[in-house]
């Protein structure tokens, strides 16, 4: 099946800093989720668009549906160690739909 | 809001072995259902999806099949497991085409 591009694979970065990974397609998706999944669990969904152009937060973290509908992104401010995790980018099309790779966070305190 | 349930959460099976992991969807009616596997190395792989009652399509050929007996109810299951099949194996569903949410997940081990 299709597999997005999703970068960077991993990060480590110092407790306080902004954190930013991005999505990219060959394809148009309607909607593009974004999730984090702890190890030995199942992602759970942080934040879901469904607009090109929709910037949507929850809390610290902030995504936006690019304007092409072929890319989006997620950024995380003042990360803290609970953030530690692998974050997914998910996009729909039809009824189907498809991961990015991850990518790793490591937040160090 | 809905919840997906699925057990068990741990399982080892020897090579050969049948087997079946049951999904559950609270929450909701005629929701989508998905099961995926997760390899180590984070992808996931659609392995099935289903849009109601008895309706399944499968993604990928392999050892394993899926089943819809009921409208909130998935099963994963194969007649003789492959050391292959070992896993993280994830139910997801959403009511519609717009949301996916998963469930906790079952690690498989075949030995």
């Known amino acids: 099946g299709q597999q997005l591009n999703q970068s960077p694979q991993s990060m480590f970065i110092q407790e306080g800093e902004d954190v930013s990974m991005n999505c990219t397609s060959s394809s148009i998706f309607n909607t593009w989720l974004w999730y984090k999944q702890d190890p030995g669990e199942g992602p759970v969904l942080l934040i879901a668009l469904y607009k090109a152009g929709e910037l949507t937060s929850n809390g610290r973290l902030t995504a936006q549906f690019g304007i092409t509908r072929k890319d989006s992104f997620l950024n995380i401010s003042a990360s803290i160690p609970s953030d530690v995790g692998i974050y997914f980018c998910?996009?729909?099309?039809?009824?189907?739909?498809?991961f990015g790779t991850g990518t790793s966070l490591t937040v160090i305190p | 809001s809905q919840t997906i349930h699925q057990w068990p959460a741990t399982l080892v099976q020897p090579v050969g072995s049948p087997l079946s992991l049951e999904c559950t969807v609270e929450?909701?009616?005629?929701?989508?259902l998905y099961w995926y596997r997760q390899a180590a190395g984070r992808g996931l792989q659609l392995l099935f999806y289903s849009v109601g009652i008895g309706q399944i399509s499968s993604e990928v050929p392999q050892n394993l099949s899926a089943s819809r007996p009921q409208d909130r109810q998935f099963i994963l299951s194969s007649k003789k497991l492959l050391l292959s099949d070992s896993g993280f194996y994830l139910c997801?569903?959403?009511?519609?085409?717009?949301?996916?949410?998963f469930g906790p997940g079952t690690r498989l081990t075949v030995l």
């Open positions: 998910a996009g729909n099309t039809g009824n189907q739909f498809y």
């Open positions: 997801a569903g959403g009511v519609s085409y717009n949301e996916q949410f």
């Open positions: 929450g909701t009616s005629n929701p989508n």
